[in-house]
């Protein structure tokens, strides 16, 4: 399977912050990136879908001004998020799609945000 | 609307066999794919279905039934390290994966 990773594994902010995670596709070209937050015992929430070179599609409900999605290179989509506040706080996952027959999206280990 | 129906919490004995059900409803399907998410990490694929049958992969076996909107994932022999929550995710057909909450699988000795 394809191998996707994200930094920084956790991070702790201060409230007002700003925090940039990347997620990174090792061994194949992602043309297609989605980036979801999970809160503890909740299912994934898509926030947007990221496809290079152009811009995000964002969810219903997902601020586009606070979550901010580059996806500049073929391998690398980035999340900041802006001004961030302790609601924030989550486990955030970025995934990329599949490059064989299947659909299937691969997941980077995600980033557990702690916004104090 | 789109919504996923799977039983929010089960337990199993070591190396007992464990049958987890999904229902679904989605505008539109374009398969079928179980997630097994540990606690603390992102979820990890396991199988997707998009005819009807059943497809086995070593000691986990999917099932799926379109008419009925139906799906479950079979666990055999199974082992401490298969306690996590398990994610059945259709996906639409705009080919967006729907999530639910998973289910919690809860091994014992």
């Known amino acids: 399977g394809a191998v996707v990773s994200q930094h920084p594994s956790w991070v702790i902010c201060k409230s007002g912050t700003s925090v940039k995670i990347e997620c990174r596709s090792l061994?194949?070209?992602?043309?297609?990136m989605f980036w979801y937050r999970q809160f503890p015992k909740q299912s994934l929430m898509l926030m947007a879908t990221?496809?290079?070179?152009?811009?995000?599609?964002?969810e219903q409900g997902v601020e586009k001004d606070k979550f901010l999605i580059n996806h500049a290179s073929l391998t690398l989509s980035t999340l900041t998020v802006t001004s961030a506040h302790p609601e924030d706080s989550s486990f955030y996952i970025c995934?990329?799609?599949?490059?064989?027959?299947?659909?299937?999206?691969?997941f980077g280990p995600g980033t557990r945000l702690t916004v104090l | 609307g789109q919504n996923i129906d799977q039983p929010t919490e089960m337990t199993a004995t070591e190396g007992a066999i464990v049958q987890i059900n999904c229902t679904y409803q989605?505008?539109?399907?374009?398969?079928l794919f179980w997630y097994q998410q540990h606690a603390g990490e992102a979820p990890t694929f396991l199988s997707y279905?998009?005819l009807d049958g059943l497809e086995e992969k070593g000691r986990f076996s999917s099932f799926l039934s379109r008419s009925k909107g139906y799906s479950y994932l079979l666990l055999k022999e199974l082992q401490m390290k298969d306690s996590a929550s398990y994610l059945c995710?259709?996906?639409?057909?705009?080919?967006?994966?729907?999530w639910g909450a998973g289910t919690k699988l809860i091994i014992k000795p």
């Open positions: 995934s990329s799609k599949g490059h064989g027959d299947l659909d299937e999206q691969f």
């Open positions: 061994d194949f070209q992602a043309t297609t």
């Open positions: 990221s496809n290079e070179g152009s811009k995000a599609t964002y």
């Open positions: 989605t505008s539109g399907f374009n398969g």
């Open positions: 279905n998009v």
């Open positions: 995710a259709p996906m639409d057909s705009n080919y967006q994966l729907i």
